[in-house]
């Protein structure tokens, strides 16, 4: 998660809101998506992760002191998960228990909520800056990433209990279960990824990433035992799942906060601050290809995908540039237009 403050600078290689979410891309592309829908999500105009479920058809949006939750088919918001003051990051969804997981950062808990009702059911002790949340179903354990004090919270759902925490070892970001018994996680304070057997709840692996600044967004494709993660300097990795090895660098956008993939098509994305989504296509397990980049909206940051339609979900608002703040001040330098928040639905074409 890129702190929301905004700590980000107007150099970012596309023109300031030059990217609209309406607008086609520049050139004929092997990959093409559209924009199908808009859901107006309006104050607060603050967000971060995003959560598709397959069970229910919709997404889980963490926004601001709630998650929003809204229908993937007909874009009408069905609920809100409310009071949760310290603001919500991650979202975790166990349909066999009918219930979801996310967190309140700032008091360093998370909260189990039910599915059908959307009330919160259970307050869980995590640490400072409980952030991203992974539910892994080989091991059927809810994995709460605290970001700053870098360490893992394991739940077990069926009790709602803390069952381990795992030393990080430094500051971490995104995590991803690729449901084969390992749980990875973007260590951004040393530029690796750990991997943890979620038997044991035991880092097994620490691979340090030579060419990757600060690891944020993070997907796997467990046929093919690979990890895609975004970094800060521009480039996503692709990192062997057994050796640590990375088999490919590719180049995305500024201010990657989220990877997704769709196993249908064989497709990583990148979403970018800068407005757009770098799409590459998986042609083998160590060889990728870019095929699009699809013009989403400036701040649109983090995605989530269907993983049977393709479609993906990005959250945005309508920025401005902070004429008050200093040049140099990049953590003021923009801001959102109150009430401007909002869900983009993009379906692939082709």
């Not at 069905?78 to 991650?90: F, L, M, N, S, Y």
């Not at 088999?247 to 800068?274: E, M, Q, W, Y």
Request: hydrophobic content about 40%; proline content about 5%; charged content about 20%.
């Amino acid at each position: 998660m890129h702190k929301l403050g905004i700590s980000l600078t107007v150099a970012i290689g596309v023109p300031f809101f030059a990217a609209s979410a309406t607008q086609a891309t520049a050139a004929p592309t092997r990959a093409q998506y559209e924009l199908t829908k808009t859901v107006k999500l309006g104050a607060p105009d603050r967000w971060d992760y995003l959560t598709f479920d397959p069970s229910s058809n919709r997404v889980f949006i963490s926004h601001s002191d709630r998650v929003t939750v809204v229908d993937a088919k007909s874009g009408k918001i069905v609920g809100t998960v409310a009071d949760i003051p310290g603001g919500t990051h991650g979202i975790g969804i166990v349909p066999a228990v009918d219930r979801g997981y996310t967190d309140d950062g700032k008091a360093g808990v998370a909260w189990a909520f039910d599915l059908k009702t959307f009330k919160k059911v259970a307050e869980i002790k995590a640490q400072a800056d409980a952030d991203g949340i992974a539910y892994d179903r080989s091991s059927g354990h809810i994995f709460v990433i605290d970001g700053d004090a870098g360490n893992i919270t394991v739940i077990d759902p069926k009790t709602n209990a803390v069952v381990g925490t795992i030393d990080g070892g430094g500051g971490l970001e995104f995590g991803v279960a690729d449901g084969l018994g390992h749980f990875f996680v973007n260590g951004a304070e040393k530029g690796e990824i750990l991997r943890i057997d979620t038997a044991t709840d035991k880092i097994d692996a620490n691979w340090h990433l030579a060419d990757c600044q600060s690891p944020h967004g993070m997907a796997v494709d467990p046929r093919t035992h690979r990890i895609f993660s975004s970094c800060e300097n521009k480039k996503l990795v692709v990192v062997n799942a057994d050796t640590g090895a990375v088999v490919a660098s590719l180049p995305i956008g500024t201010f990657s906060d989220a990877v997704a993939f769709d196993p249908v098509r064989k497709r990583i994305f990148s979403s970018n601050f800068d407005g757009t989504v770098n799409v590459f296509a998986e042609n083998g397990p160590d060889t990728y290809e870019a095929i699009a980049t699809i013009p989403t909206k400036m701040s649109a940051r983090t995605m989530t995908v269907d993983p049977k339609t393709g479609t993906l979900y990005l959250v945005a608002a309508d920025m401005k540039v902070n004429e008050a703040a200093q040049p140099s001040d990049f953590r003021h330098r923009f801001t959102t237009v109150p009430g401007s928040t909002e869900l983009l639905m993009f379906s692939p074409t082709r």
